[in-house]
């Protein structure tokens, strides 16, 4: 079956790194547009990173200079490069495959309006708490 499964989240403090991956499988599309978004209690979920089938990358300005999205589809595995974290970059971060790329790969909040929001395919999450 389609399964996402993220790791690599933890607790660490102001000015450190982690790495997330997200490992995909069972996927019946092909994942044009891997994206990173996170959700912090109480506030809507919202993007963090894409990345394009082409190697487009796109970045929310809140992360540009500190996280760095990549993939190696040898591995069906998408990762999240995050130093110099802050504290407020604590929330659970979710990995999502869609199938649309371009101008439908976009980091806005996922509202189901999008036929990339549709048919998107998420992973549990992995908490992230930097203090």
């Known amino acids: 079956h389609v399964q996402l499964v993220e790791s690599g989240g933890g607790s ?12 995909a499988s069972g996927l019946t599309y092909i994942a044009d ?5 996170r959700q912090a209690p ?31 589809n040898a591995k069906n595995t998408l990762y999240l490069q995050m130093n110099s974290l802050k504290p407020e970059d604590t929330a659970m971060y979710y ?10 790969c976009t ?8 036929k990339n929001d549709r048919a998107t395919t998420w992973g549990q999450g992995t908490q992230v708490t930097v203090s």
């Open 33 to 37: 547009c891997m994206r990173w978004f």
């Open 95 to 104: 990995c999502a495959a869609s199938p649309f790329g371009g101008g439908w």
């Open 12 to 23: 660490v403090q102001a000015g450190g790194s982690l790495r997330l991956s997200c490992v």
């Open 42 to 72: 109480g506030k809507e979920r919202e993007g963090v990173a894409a990345i394009e089938s082409d190697g487009t990358t796109n970045y929310a300005d809140s992360v540009k200079g500190r996280f760095t999205i990549s993939e190696d």
């Open 107 to 114: 980091l806005s909040p996922p509202r189901g309006g999008s």
